[in-house]
């Protein structure tokens, strides 16, 4: 019984604390930068009213990746992961060619 709880506890606790490591993870991923080679296929700039508009014509003002489909983060966050660059983080005001609107 005492050995059963023990075991109970130990192991929630190691369930919380890789839950906080992965945590953290997220925090630290690496921004991505627009030298970066997926970034320059895809036109992505860290502020949105940069982009190229005469290379990308869909790109329309107000577009950016906070009202993106692909943002993983809440609208506030400054930063979040984003599919197209995996294990990076892109900029609520940058964007990229394959933007396609939040629902
Ligand atoms: S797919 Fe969307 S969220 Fe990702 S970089 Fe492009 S515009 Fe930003």
């Known amino acids: 019984m005492k050995n ?4 109970f506890l130990i192991t929630s606790i190691g369930v919380a604390s890789s ?3 992965s945590r953290q993870a997220f925090a630290d991923a690496p921004k991505v930068a627009e030298s970066d080679p997926t970034a320059q296929a895809l036109g992505y700039k ?3 009213t940069k982009v ?4 990308y014509a869909k790109y329309a003002a107000g ?6 489909s692909f ?6 966050d400054a930063y979040a992961p984003c599919p197209m660059f995996a294990g990076k983080q892109v900029a609520n005001k940058g964007w990229c060619s394959a933007y396609n609107k939040k629902a």
């Open 4 to 7: 059963s709880r023990r075991t």
């Open 19 to 21: 839950l906080a490591l």
């Open 46 to 48: 860290e502020d949105a």
């Open 52 to 55: 190229d508009k005469a290379k």
């Open 63 to 68: 577009q950016d990746c906070g009202n993106c």
């Open 71 to 76: 943002f993983q983060g809440k609208p506030t």
